[in-house]
C-alpha cells in the first residue's frame, strides 16, 4: 500500500548531498525551486517519493541553477562566493 502526503519545502528533511544543494539556496530560492518541481510533476502527472525529491536536489543542480536565472550550478557557487 502506498500512502502519499503534502508536504511543504520547509518541511522536508533532506539527506546526503541534496543537503548541501538546499544550504547553497536562499529560502526563496528554494521556494520557487519547490514549486517548479510541483508544477514539473502535476504536468508529467507523476507523484514523487520522498526519494524522488532528495534525488533531484542531490543530482540535477544544474536545473536547478537554470530554474534559477544561471547558466548552470558552478555559475551560482560562484555567485555565492
Do not use: C, H, Q
Not at 518541511?11 to 530560492?29: C, H, P, Q, R, Y
Not at 518541481?37 to 541553477?65: C, G, H, Q, R, V
Amino acid at each position: 500500500m502506498k500512502i502519499y502526503k503534502e508536504v511543504n519545502y520547509s518541511e522536508f528533511e533532506f539527506w546526503s548531498g541534496a543537503i548541501d544543494t538546499v544550504k547553497m539556496l536562499t529560502l526563496s530560492e528554494l521556494e520557487k525551486v519547490w514549486e517548479e518541481l510541483e508544477y514539473y510533476w502535476l504536468e508529467n502527472n507523476k507523484m514523487p517519493s520522498e526519494t524522488d525529491i532528495n534525488d533531484f536536489f542531490w543530482f540535477e543542480t544544474d536545473t536547478i541553477a537554470e530554474w534559477l536565472g544561471y547558466e548552470d550550478w558552478d555559475e551560482l557557487e560562484e555567485d555565492r562566493e
